[in-house]
């Protein structure tokens, strides 16, 4: 109300964003009237195994290229080096049962959308059914669906990829795929002009308000470089449980299972054995070290972010936050929370003596190795 009164008393300001607040309003109750049906498409129908799996072999069907020779249209060697390695590495973690599970309800909740919203593909499985009579359409629907579908089983998928493009995009599940295209194009189509008109839209809103307010304004922290500072620090994580501020080489040894993720490579181990530490050796604890802790401020996305000393000398690389501070992003406590970084030292460590990428050495440190 504030806003709007001064710009009702700047008759040039009104001119130009005596508006904007009205058009971001419009905009947002035009995505109200398709954000539902968007979200159970695309958050989760389409994050489904089998469905995700369908979208991709439509894509590479879609993709073939006429052979110069034999004019026939066949599929590179790069897209099944691509498609093999996705559909291999998502089978390796997926369960059929679990997989049909979720599809199941992710039908059910497209099932629930507001009339205006509904899904056609949706539709066709349960028509004008309810409550139990539904749930038996949809859950047929899943079970045929997984029966008729090649795209659950390695096997499958392999066999599927050698066949024409016809043959691929006619699998039941790329078939489905298909369908649930026809509303979800357009959907796309409209989120894509949503955010490019409430992108002008704020740009006009932040120009009027640093009119209003007449004072600095904070610069926009997803476009402006950040900085957090802070100290190496221990911390206490619970009563009797102190961790320290560095974790070493040794304590890699000791972590060993000889189970992934916790399996060290022979040459590492030798390394170890031999003390052969060379110049990243810390004094202090006697090894390498590998991590540290300290009261750093990051967040999601801050994975990668260096981490400097005082002198503005690269001393290691964030990449985690510690367990006892995953509140941070609403509430910071210095006691307990800690951004966890790689050591500098280990990595080159890594980089000279167990992979001797000396050409690496040469590049990261500018001198000769």
Request: net charge neutral; charged share 25%.
């Amino acid at each position: 109300a504030k806003f709007n009164a001064f710009l009702s008393s700047q008759p040039e300001l009104q001119k130009k964003y005596g508006t904007v607040l009205s058009e971001i309003d419009a905009a947002y109750k035009e995505l109200r009237s398709f954000n539902k049906k968007q979200t159970v498409l695309g958050q989760g129908i389409y994050a489904v195994d089998i469905v995700r799996l369908a979208g991709e072999f439509k894509t590479f069907a879609n993709s073939f290229v006429e052979d110069s020779s034999s004019g026939e249209k066949k599929p590179t060697e790069a897209s099944m080096k691509r498609l093999k390695e996705s559909y291999t590495g998502t089978l390796k973690n997926s369960d059929v049962n679990v997989d049909k599970s979720l599809l199941t309800a992710m039908l059910k909740k497209a099932a629930e959308l507001p009339e205006e919203q509904k899904i056609a593909a949706v539709q066709a499985i349960v028509g004008n059914k309810t409550g139990e009579s539904l749930e038996k359409a949809i859950r047929n629907f899943v079970d045929d669906l997984y029966d008729d579908s090649k795209l659950m089983t390695v096997e499958g998928c392999d066999k599927l990829m050698t066949m024409d493009a016809e043959d691929i995009l006619d699998d039941a599940a790329v078939q489905f795929s298909l369908e649930l295209d026809k509303d979800f194009t357009p959907i796309q189509a409209k989120v894509a002009a949503f955010n490019a008109k409430t992108a002008m839209l704020r740009t006009r809103l932040m120009e009027g308000w640093m009119k209003w307010k007449n004072t600095e304004i904070y610069p926009d922290a997803n476009r402006t470089l950040r900085f957090t500072y802070g100290q190496i620090k221990s911390y206490e994580a619970r009563d009797a449980v102190q961790y320290n501020y560095v974790t070493s080489l040794s304590g890699v040894m000791q972590k060993e299972t000889g189970k992934d993720p916790f399996v060290v490579p022979d040459k590492l181990k030798s390394l170890w054995s031999a003390k052969d530490f060379g110049m990243y050796k810390d004094a202090k604890i006697n090894d390498v070290p590998v991590a540290f802790v300290a009261t750093l401020d990051i967040t999601g996305g801050n994975s990668g972010s260096p981490i400097m000393n005082g002198k503005g000398e690269l001393i290691g690389v964030a990449f985690d936050g510690n367990w006892e501070g995953m509140a941070n992003d609403f509430y910071y406590q210095p006691s307990v929370n800690r951004t966890i970084g790689v050591d500098s030292r280990y990595v080159l460590f890594y980089v000279d003596k167990y992979a001797n990428a000396q050409n690496l050495l040469k590049e990261i440190m500018n001198k000769q190795f």
